[in-house]
């Protein structure tokens, strides 16, 4: 598996485009509720809401980016890139917690429907609209390359949707008096939520449970390995990512004595490197003799 490369954006530049963004969120939730409240319309409130959890997810994006970039110490040996997954954890989370409670009162608006002022809630959807719009042209280009900002990137994307959906719905009760449809935007507006949320979850897990890197068969590189010139068996692999970006690799090489073993560990340093892209690689070198007993292939025993 070849390498990935990412296009960096500046970091102060990248740290100044998500504070314009906080602060035009922040200030698109207030005026939103304000409104909200005052066409007594759900869905527009779902969407400061929703609005309000883009801001605190940029918020969050915006702290992680700066503590990530932090040097390794002695306190966190493998550097604080993990910052920025824990980040996203947190703010999938946040979003699954706003879904769940916006399904429950769009449920009860459906059964009880309520008049809704069309007019304000179109209009403010608009400029929401536009706000939210400006907000993925900020973070478009960095969450490309990084799944903190993509969380925070996607928050704002299903918003600028639910604005659309929104406006859509106070222009449907203006010309029908359909005022049920404010809570049927409500819902879906809910259900993109917690869809997404929950598809950005899975891989955000993966890094936290150490899991294998996606694309890179524990199999194949077990295969590989074992193949290389001077190796006579390989155990207690282990394969995660250190953190977004970078895979990593521990096993136990057994040599076969036939090639010298600093030539077995630089050559299979570079295989892992080019043929899997795993650029950290940790390698115990044992003869037959010092070898692991009843050592488990992949992982090691409990």
Known sequence: M????????DPQAGDTRV?????????????????????GSLALIADAMHNLSDALALGIAFAARRIGRRPADATMTFGYGRAEVVAALINYTTLIVIAV??????VMRLVAPEPVAGWIVVIV????????????????AMAKSSVNIRAAFLHNLSDAMASVGV?????????????????????AIAGYILWQSLAGLVPV??????????????????????????????????????????AALEAHVVLSGEVPAQEVRLALRDLLRERFGLAHTTLQIESAETACP???AIGHPT
Do not use: C, F, K
């Not at 504070?19 to 066409?39: E, H």
């Not at 409670?101 to 769009?106: A, D, K, N, R, Y």
């Not at 959807?125 to 478009?140: E, K, M, S, Y």
């Open 2 to 9: 070849a390498g990935h490369h990412h296009h960096h954006i």
């Open 19 to 39: 504070a314009l963004a906080v602060g035009a969120n922040l200030a698109l939730t207030l005026a939103q509720i304000v409104a909200g409240v005052a066409a």
């Open 101 to 106: 409670w916006l399904l429950s009162e769009g």
């Open 125 to 140: 959807a608009g400029i929401a609209l536009v706000v939210d719009v400006a907000t993925v042209a900020l973070t478009w």
């Open 167 to 187: 406006i859509v719905a106070g222009s449907l009760i203006l010309l029908y008096g359909w005022h049920w449809l404010d809570a049927a935007v409500t819902l």
């Open 205 to 246: 897990a993966r890094i936290l449970m150490l899991a294998s890197p996606e694309g890179v068969d524990a199999a194949e590189v077990l295969d590989a390995m074992r193949s290389a010139p001077g190796v006579s068996g390989v155990h207690h692999l282990h394969l995660w990512r250190m953190d977004e970006h970078e």
């Open 294 to 296: 009843e050592a488990r």
